[in-house]
């Protein structure tokens, strides 16, 4: 077996999609359920694992009460999501190909991205609140995303208040630029 590789024996939580990248083509089993692990938390689906604590998570993050939003869990075209940013990185992007490879092999489900409904706007009804990697990962593999869906029923403004910079760029998940990082120049192919 492999020795186990140098960021392991650290008390610091593995974030950096460079050492969860490695962790999860390693050859040892062992950095590859740490990998794994690591890849769960920056997904936020470690604990718990159900759209309530996904739900939870969203509300906290934009103080907004959690009784006044509607959670469901679905499939959804990635070419219908919009994006809360104005771009990707191709080191993430890496690290979600090799999260999804591992999580095939292991027989897993591929955690879900969380996702707000905007049911009165006309034009950009679903953006994206975590999860813009995964989204656009899974247009490039052509299937449909699992995306645990908020609907804003109590907080409506308030909530699409806080994406407005989502309805000022105006841009779909598939079609945000994807910067080359220094440790990842290739992207997904």
Request: net charge positive.
């Amino acid at each position: 077996m492999p020795p186990p590789a140098p960021f392991l024996s650290s008390n610091e939580p593995i974030k950096s999609p460079k050492e969860i990248y490695q962790l999860l083509i390693s050859k040892n089993p062992i950095e590859n359920k740490v990998g794994y692990e690591a890849f769960l938390r920056r997904t936020h689906w470690l604990t718990g694992k159900s759209p309530e604590n996904l739900k939870k998570y969203a509300c906290q993050q934009l103080n907004v009460k959690e009784r006044d939003v509607i959670v469901s869990l679905k499939y959804v075209e990635p070419a219908f999501l919009w994006a809360s940013q104005d771009g990707l990185e191709s080191a993430k992007l890496v690290m979600v190909e090799a999260a999804y490879k591992y999580i095939q092999s292991i027989g897993d489900q591929f955690p879900p991205i969380v996702v707000w409904n905007f049911f009165d706007s006309q034009k950009m009804r679903m953006i994206i609140h975590d999860g813009h990697h995964r989204a656009y990962f899974y247009h490039r593999i052509r299937k449909r995303v699992q995306v645990v869906l908020l609907e804003p029923i109590g907080n409506y403004n308030i909530v699409e208040d806080k994406f407005r910079y989502a309805f000022q760029i105006q841009k779909r998940v598939i079609d945000l630029p994807v910067s080359r990082t220094r440790d990842f120049s290739v992207i997904i192919s």
